[in-house]
């Protein structure tokens, strides 16, 4: 299983554009794929402008799939990066899970 975290750091303004992007990928995208095990995106009420997305894949090629889809081209890489300041790509290992 690989997982994958994304902390996102918006431009200001932008955090309910963002939300609602991730809302219509979720349903084009990661509810239709196979191989993405779980797809999850958090805000922080505290932080204006921040998402985190953390997400698990079957493996690496469920990851190109999810990442070369048609949705994420239009969404994720085309839209919503035009809102974003920063983020971090962290790929994890799990040690336990219950």
Same mark, same amino acid.
């Given at each position: 299983m690989l997982a994958k975290v994304?902390?996102?750091h918006l431009e200001p303004g932008n955090q309910a554009r963002a939300e609602e992007l991730v809302r219509r990928f979720a349903d084009? /995208?990661?509810a239709r794929e196979d191989g993405t095990l779980s797809f999850r995106v958090y805000r922080?009420?505290?932080?204006? /402008?921040? %998402?985190?997305? =953390? &997400?698990h894949f079957a493996d690496r090629a469920a990851y190109d799939a999810h990442t070369g889809s048609a949705a994420y081209k239009e969404l994720i890489a085309g &839209? %919503?990066?035009? %809102?974003? =300041?920063e983020f971090v790509e962290i790929d994890h &290992?799990? =040690? =336990?899970? %219950?």
């Open positions: 994304f902390p996102i084009r /995208g990661p922080d009420p505290r932080t204006p /402008g921040y %998402l985190l997305f =953390v &997400e &839209e %919503l990066a035009d %809102l974003i =300041v &290992e799990m =040690v =336990v899970g %219950l």
